[in-house]
């Protein structure tokens, strides 16, 4: 069945909407309106009206009656969560994909990782970061266990604001590429326990430094956050 001329027009309005959210391009928390984004985005009042609803449902966004939208925040919490449950998966998946990894695809997606980049920061860190999704993932799958598999790609999916949030938004770009190379070593070398406790490491190392910027952009957009809670987070 072709899909109908609105249809096409409403995935495209959803894509182009998901992927400016996703970015922080529409910066999290903040208030959009429908006249707003149809002039700054050139869209159509239906076409419009079926992706904020897919997006509603998708929880990047909530509805203020008579009011418009606004942008679902991104917070210390959601921080914590989200690197609580990759402390749990990843170490795991390390370990079940010890010895059974297709080294020279980790390797070829280690390069694009920290290949060459566009010059736009924004543009660099969705690159960077499709390029670390796609290498986890490598080795999520070679563990073999697809709900595994599932639960990371969509917490990596989330983890998209946070890095887009917090290097993006500081105009840096992480710097992990030594852990990559010596987890290919570990996970090709058949050594569950040193690829287990690498890929803790690593998680760990990337939530302190995702923490941080995060920290930076919140207090940047002026963003209200419990200074109590804020301070014990940073001293965990």
């Not at 529409?26 to 419009?48: F, N, Q």
């Not at 570990?186 to 569950?192: E, I, Q, S, V």
């Not at 190392?205 to 002026?222: G, P, Y």
């Amino acid at each position: 069945m072709v899909a109908q001329p609105d249809a096409v027009r409403a995935n495209q309005a959803y894509d182009l909407l998901r992927r400016e959210i996703v970015s922080c391009r529409i910066l999290p928390g903040s208030h959009v309106t429908e006249p707003w984004l149809m002039d700054r985005y050139s869209l159509g009042k239906a076409s419009l009206r079926i992706a904020l609803q897919r997006l509603v449902q998708s929880r990047l966004i909530s509805s203020i009656p008579r009011q418009g939208y606004r942008i679902a925040p991104v917070t210390v919490k959601d921080v914590e969560e989200i690197f609580c449950l990759r402390l749990l998966i990843e170490p795991c998946a390390a370990r079940l994909a010890a010895g059974r990894v297709n080294r020279a695809q980790l390797e070829r997606l280690e390069q694009i990782c920290r290949g060459q980049m566009p010059e736009d920061v924004g543009n660099q860190i969705d690159f960077f970061w499709e390029a670390n999704k796609s290498f986890h993932m490598a080795i999520a799958i070679a563990s073999g266990n697809e709900r595994l598999q599932r639960t990371l790609s969509g917490l990596l999916d989330e983890m998209a604001r946070l890095v887009a949030l917090g290097f993006g938004a500081q105009g840096v770009r992480p710097n992990i590429e030594r852990d990559h190379t010596m987890l290919i070593e570990h996970l090709a070398r058949g050594d569950a326990d040193a690829a287990e406790a690498l890929a803790r490491q690593h998680v760990e190392t990337f939530r302190s430094m995702t923490m941080e910027k995060v920290l930076a952009s919140l207090k940047d957009a002026a963003a209200t956050i419990p200074l109590q809670p804020l301070a014990r987070t940073l001293r965990d």
